[in-house]
């Protein structure tokens, strides 16, 4: 069945270092890709996401590409701030009416 | 905003009693799905509703029901509550195929 791996954490940085968070990926058709972040104490928001090979998804200075070659979506940012402190999950979507798959997620902690 | 909500947010429980968490969408989303989310872990997919019926169905007993109402709004229910059950509990609201916009979730601790 479909899967997601992402690197386990927690991963801490220091604020406007760069991020990587690794992703990768197995589906038996042709997935959608996303990206949600989970705040303490909230719920899930869509970061961004990508609906086919080559495609870059980017918000708030976090992107991710879409590299069907790799099984890949690794999502990156450049320079982080204490507020991206969060959970980071990387999850596929089939199609029609099946299920989000989720990886484990990452927790990121950014210091001042 | 994603205009899902959930309620309650926060819920205790004990082990065997019975629990039901709700959720309602604002913007007329025909499909709702449930992920059960245990700490440290990723969202499991427990099940889906559209026009009222369940659609799919993740690796979850049968003690976990739910439904949906005409309005779309939707109950998860649990029987037989165990320790393991304890979880945040989130609904995604979304149209047939289409983007899943998620509540802030209900987190049930089960003593």
């Known amino acids: 069945g479909d899967s997601v791996t992402q690197m386990e954490g927690p991963v801490t940085l220091s604020e406007e270092a760069f991020l990587t968070i690794n992703c990768t990926y197995t589906?038996?058709?042709?997935?959608?890709l996303f990206w949600y972040v989970q705040y303490p104490g909230e719920g899930l928001q869509l970061l961004l996401k990508?609906?086919?090979?080559?495609d870059k998804g980017s918000n708030k200075g976090f992107e991710a590409t879409y590299r069907k070659e790799t099984t890949s979506f690794h999502l990156e940012k450049g320079s982080v701030q204490v507020s991206d402190s969060a959970v980071y999950f990387c999850?596929?979507?089939?199609?029609?009416?099946?299920?989000?798959?989720f990886g484990k997620g990452t927790r990121l902690s950014v210091i001042a | 905003e994603t205009g899902v909500t959930q309620s309650p947010t926060h819920l205790i429980k004990t082990r065997g009693q019975q629990v039901t968490l709700r959720c309602s969408s604002q913007?007329?989303?025909?499909?709702v799905s449930w992920y059960q989310q245990a700490l440290g872990q990723g969202p499991q997919f427990i099940f889906q509703?559209?026009?009222?019926?369940?659609?799919g169905r993740g690796n979850f007993p049968p003690r976990f029901s739910g439904l949906q109402f005409p309005n779309y709004s939707s109950e998860l229910n649990v029987n037989a509550l165990e320790l393991d059950d304890s979880a945040l509990y989130l609904c995604?609201?979304?149209?047939?195929?289409?983007?899943?916009?998620f509540g802030p979730g209900t987190r049930l601790t089960v003593t």
């Open positions: 999850a596929l979507w089939d199609s029609g009416n099946t299920p989000l798959v």
């Open positions: 589906a038996t058709g042709y997935p959608s």
């Open positions: 990508a609906t086919k090979a080559d």
């Open positions: 913007s007329g989303h025909n499909t």
């Open positions: 509703y559209y026009r009222e019926e369940e659609n």
């Open positions: 995604a609201a979304s149209l047939v195929g289409g983007e899943q916009y």
